[in-house]
């Protein structure tokens, strides 16, 4: 348990940190409202983990707020379901007007989570909806373990934990 825990906390500090990289780069770039896509494998297919890091970097970039707004994620996915558009195809010049347009958001971020040996390489990549150009970037590397893999962990019910409900504290 405190390896994983450890290796947890690892998960959270990288994620903190590349939110701070991205919030530098959003106010460079002078982008005034972005969102935070599902981040997904080298396929394009999201999973419980690329979900977990975009909402994780959401909240960090909302505490982090620099000269900047957020969409909130459930809002971007009811407009992007109104207007027929899937994430994956933002990346078209036209889909990403479109987004800038009916969402109001003038970047989004988008990544891909990929394992690598013990380890799991997170990049993640700025979006301008006008041009569709890719205006900043970055990447972490953390260890991967079993918690890391499930982001929802469990954790032992003892007489200090009882009635604790980890997912229902974020």
């Known amino acids: ?3 994983a825990l450890v290796q947890g906390q690892d998960l ?6 590349l939110a701070t990289r991205l919030a530098t780069l959003i106010r ?26 975009a909402e994780d970097l959401t909240v960090n970039l909302v505490i982090l707020k620099r000269d900047y707004a957020v969409l909130d994620r459930a809002n ?3 407009i992007l379901l109104e207007h027929k558009l899937t ?18 958001v ?13 380890r799991m390489v997170v990049t993640a990549k700025i979006i301008s909806t006008d041009t569709a150009e890719i205006v900043g970037a ?13 982001p929802s962990p469990r954790f032992p019910r003892d007489e200090a934990t009882r009635g604790y409900d980890p997912s229902r504290s974020l």
């Open 1 to 3: 348990f405190g390896l």
């Open 12 to 17: 959270d500090k990288r994620l903190s940190d």
């Open 28 to 53: 460079e770039n002078s982008k005034k409202k972005v969102t935070v896509l599902d981040f997904t494998d080298l396929q394009g297919n999201s999973n419980e983990m690329g979900k977990y890091i």
């Open 76 to 78: 971007l996915r009811k």
């Open 87 to 104: 994430a994956t195809g933002l990346v078209d010049p036209e889909n990403a007007k479109k987004l800038g347009q009916f969402a109001g």
């Open 106 to 118: 003038d970047a989004f971020i988008l990544g891909t989570v990929i394992p690598k040996n013990e």
């Open 138 to 150: 970055t990447k972490s590397e953390f260890t991967s373990d079993e918690q890391v893999q499930q």
